[in-house]
């Protein structure tokens, strides 16, 4: 099977979107859309591995893909779909479930750091073939990743050659590219800890659709260090160092030619407050000008183009390993008294 340049992503609705999910993997899909096939998805199945309640799962996820829209995804040039409403996702993780080894799975690095107690949902050891299944599923030959991510693209290769070799040529072997170099944003209140739409603190994460008047008191009251010089060392000075970072990320020039423009942290930070505020203001505007139909009808309509790809790809697999290879069809209703059927049939349990 030839490989494309078909890309993929997706964005787990486990929190609300922060500026470090912009930066480092919406922006980059907005702006390779334009050169190449992308799909976009919202991995509402993804969250299932942890408690959750259901309401907010179904309202984050309306939220994710509406930031998704209001960023700049175009539904017309990407895929852009809600993972359980395909259902080849669900089928297709559970083929590959068939092919794949506990060791291999028990060893991934976020089941070593969050599994292991007597709570620990099974999903949570399993999720990473799901994850092998999003991706397999379309095609896709690149799938861009951060480095801590790199070992599930791993999996999926190692999955998707050992099917091949055992079943035939049925899969596209992905292979991980590293993501355009992006700023690290880490937590304004910790400098030392990357900003996360699950921290536990929100105070130092800067969340896509906080008003402009708490993104200023977030960033005004953000970490720095000791001294009062504004320079870029990382290291020495991480605090003052992320400001920088979150200014060049909005403005497009590099963090060490910025730093001599600013000679105290409190202009500093008004600069990278109003930058901030600039970007994502109209992010925030289009995404409140949307309603909820838009979004769903956005999300139904790509779910459709996706499908097709989809159930094929799951067509190939099950043929290959032996199960029906068409679509079981659905019976002709059968006339009410007829003999097959009684005519009055019992009530389901």
Same mark, same amino acid.
């Given at each position: 099977?030839?490989?494309?340049?078909?890309?993929?992503?997706?964005?787990?609705?486990?929190?609300?979107?922060?500026?470090?999910?912009?930066?480092?993997?919406?922006?980059?899909?907005?702006?390779?859309?334009?050169?190449?096939?992308?799909?976009?998805?919202?991995?509402?199945?993804?969250?299932?591995?942890?408690?959750?309640?259901?309401?907010?799962?179904?309202?984050?996820?309306?939220?994710?893909?509406?930031?998704?829209?209001?960023?700049?995804?175009?539904?017309?040039?990407?895929?852009?779909?809600?993972?359980?409403?395909?259902?080849?996702?669900?089928?297709?993780?559970? @083929?590959?479930?068939?092919? %794949?080894?506990? *060791? #291999?799975?028990?060893?991934? =690095?976020?089941?070593?750091?969050?599994?292991? &107690? $007597?709570?620990?949902?099974?999903?949570?050891?399993?999720?990473?073939?799901?994850?092998?299944?999003?991706?397999?599923?379309?095609?896709?030959?690149?799938?861009?990743?951060?480095?801590?991510?790199?070992?599930?693209?791993?999996?999926?290769?190692?999955?998707?050659?050992?099917?091949?070799?055992?079943?035939?040529?049925?899969?596209?072997?992905?292979?991980?590219?590293?993501?355009?170099?992006?700023?690290?944003?880490?937590?304004?209140?910790?400098?030392?800890?990357?900003?996360?739409?699950?921290?536990?603190?929100?105070?130092?994460?800067?969340?896509?659709?906080?008003?402009?008047?708490?993104?200023?008191?977030?960033?005004?009251?953000?970490?720095?260090?000791?001294?009062?010089?504004?320079?870029?060392?990382?290291?020495?000075?991480?605090?003052?160092?992320?400001? @920088?970072?979150?200014?060049? %990320?909005?403005? *497009? #020039?590099?963090?060490?030619? =910025?730093?001599?423009?600013?000679?105290?942290? &409190? $202009?500093?930070?008004?600069?990278?407050?109003?930058?901030?505020?600039?970007?994502?203001?109209?992010?925030?505007?289009?995404?409140?000008?949307?309603?909820?139909?838009?979004?769903?009808?956005?999300?139904?309509?790509?779910?459709?183009?996706?499908?097709?790809?989809?159930?094929?790809?799951?067509?190939?697999?099950?043929?290959?390993?032996?199960?029906?290879?068409?679509?079981?069809?659905?019976?002709?209703?059968?006339?009410?008294?007829?003999?097959?059927?009684?005519?009055?049939?019992?009530?389901?349990?």
């Amino acid at each position: 099977m030839s490989h494309t340049d078909r890309r993929i992503s997706g964005f787990k609705p486990t929190g609300a979107l922060q500026l470090g999910n912009y930066l480092g993997a919406i922006a980059p899909v907005v702006r390779g859309q334009h050169a190449q096939p992308t799909v976009v998805f919202v991995a509402d199945l993804h969250a299932l591995t942890v408690p959750h309640d259901p309401h907010r799962l179904r309202e984050l996820s309306l939220q994710v893909a509406g930031l998704l829209l209001a960023a700049g995804v175009d539904p017309r040039r990407s895929v852009l779909y809600r993972q359980s409403d395909l259902p080849a996702h669900a089928e297709l993780h559970y @083929l590959l479930e068939c092919v %794949a080894g506990y *060791g #291999e799975v028990h060893r991934m =690095i976020q089941f070593k750091e969050k599994g292991g &107690g $007597s709570g620990t949902r099974l999903s949570l050891l399993t999720y990473p073939v799901l994850m092998a299944a999003d991706i397999l599923l379309h095609d896709i030959a690149e799938v861009p990743v951060g480095r801590d991510q790199r070992q599930h693209v791993e999996l999926t290769r190692d999955l998707a050659l050992r099917f091949n070799e055992r079943y035939g040529p049925v899969f596209t072997v992905p292979r991980a590219v590293l993501p355009e170099v992006a700023a690290r944003v880490a937590d304004l209140a910790d400098p030392t800890a990357k900003m996360g739409k699950t921290n536990a603190s929100t105070n130092g994460v800067l969340f896509l659709l906080d008003p402009p008047d708490v993104l200023r008191r977030k960033i005004m009251r953000a970490v720095t260090d000791a001294g009062t010089e504004v320079g870029y060392d990382p290291e020495r000075k991480p605090g003052v160092s992320n400001l @920088l970072d979150l200014l060049s %990320a909005c403005t *497009g #020039e590099a963090p060490e030619r =910025i730093a001599p423009q600013y000679h105290s942290y &409190g $202009s500093l930070k008004a600069a990278t407050a109003d930058a901030v505020i600039a970007m994502l203001e109209p992010i925030q505007r289009r995404y409140h000008e949307l309603t909820e139909s838009d979004i769903e009808t956005a999300l139904e309509q790509g779910a459709d183009r996706a499908r097709e790809r989809a159930d094929a790809t799951v067509q190939r697999v099950k043929s290959a390993m032996g199960l029906s290879r068409h679509t079981v069809r659905t019976a002709r209703p059968v006339p009410a008294g007829s003999p097959a059927t009684p005519a009055t049939a019992p009530a389901p349990r």
